[in-house]
Nanobody, 122 residues
Framework: VQLQASGGGLVQAGGSLRLSCAAS????????MGWFRQAPGKEREFVAA????????YYANSVKGRFTVSRDNAKNTVYLQMNSLKLEDTAVYYC????????????????WGQGTLVTVSS
């Protein structure tokens, strides 16, 4: 499975961005998909995740109410809509697939995209 994340860029605080993660190599319709981020000098942290079936979604407290994760199984793509961006959202964002345990730990995810940089400016 190959994951390709895109959509990052420079945005002012309060603005919006939508990240995409396209999967190839295998259909992900039964995969649990997630987003993580890593800010400079910090560990990678959980952002959001979504199940394949009824599309249950999960969020870190820091992004709840501002970010929305969604997926299009027909396109093998997962999205992260980010609104009301804050300076502290600046990070490299990674998409991941297939969690074998707790979704909140990056250790439990099997496949990773290359990351896309989001920079929020004041």
């Amino acid at each position: 499975v190959q994951l390709q994340a895109s959509g990052g860029g420079l945005v002012q605080a309060g603005g919006s961005l939508r990240l995409s993660c396209a999967a190839s190599g295998r259909t992900l319709s039964r995969a649990f998909m997630g987003w993580f981020r890593q800010a400079p000098g910090k560990e990678r942290e959980f952002v959001a995740a979504i199940t394949w079936g009824v599309h249950n979604s999960y969020y870190a407290n820091s992004v709840k109410g501002r970010f929305t994760v969604s997926r299009d199984n027909a396109k093998n793509t997962v999205y992260l809509q980010m609104n009301s961006l804050k300076l502290e959202d600046t990070a490299v964002y990674y998409c991941a697939s297939e969690s074998s345990g707790s979704i909140y730990s990056d250790y439990n995810w099997r496949y990773w995209g290359q990351g896309t940089l989001v920079t929020v400016s004041s």
